[in-house]
């Protein structure tokens, strides 16, 4: 649970929603004052506007730089053991290299993580899209990541307005509801300091997880939201 006055750190990659995390951080003047970044040399775009950012923004922030997509790396997990923040919010690479392994390091540090998906009923990827196959709805879940993926205690919960241009939810709207429910969580810790409690662990009553969609069943998706 967290302390009174907890330092809340930021780890993100070198990817889009990074950067919306970083810009909904800022103009809501709740960017962290330390960051440790997973540079991938690959993506070269986004390292550039990242870089940029710290620049424009640097005698507000420490940045930590490891040139690694692995969130697992025995250096990252290392400087993380000993970082003081027992808090982070999350911004890692989808897949494998974006889960937390370490059991140890998720029992010593929470890590914040937003998921565009209700849970348990929408855990993996592209799950806006499912959702809005089943329901014609879309939800935004904020949780502390926990061993088994998506199965986390539940801090903020919420549904969101289907957008009206459809191209928006592959990026910008995924990027941008996830953005606004960490802003949600980090008044809430804010105002309740030392009392806030997390909703409970739900039991996790639906064992099937949602993979990156089949473009057939994307399309699916962009004709039902023009009939929403």
Known sequence: MPKKNIEISLIISSNYRSLIYLYYLKKNN??????VFLK????????KKIILFFKK??????????STRQ???SKVTSYLFKHKSRMFIVSLYPGAEGIIKNRLLLKKKLFIHSHPGKLPEYKGSTTIYY???NERKIWCDTIFLS????????????KYPIPKKIIDIDQNYDAKIRA???IKVLKILKRKKNNFMPSKKIKDFNPTYYYIIHPILRLLT????KNV
């Open 147 to 158: 061993e088994k993926i998506d199965q986390g205690s539940i801090i903020y919960s919420k």
């Open 71 to 73: 969130i697992n790396d």
């Open 131 to 133: 959702s809005i196959l």
């Open 30 to 35: 709740l960017l962290p004052k330390k960051i």
């Open 180 to 182: 606004l429910n960490l």
């Open 222 to 225: 962009f004709n039902k939201i």
């Open 57 to 66: 923004n640097i005698r507000q922030i420490s940045v930590k730089t490891f």
């Open 40 to 47: 991938d040399i690959r993506e070269k775009i986004y390292n």
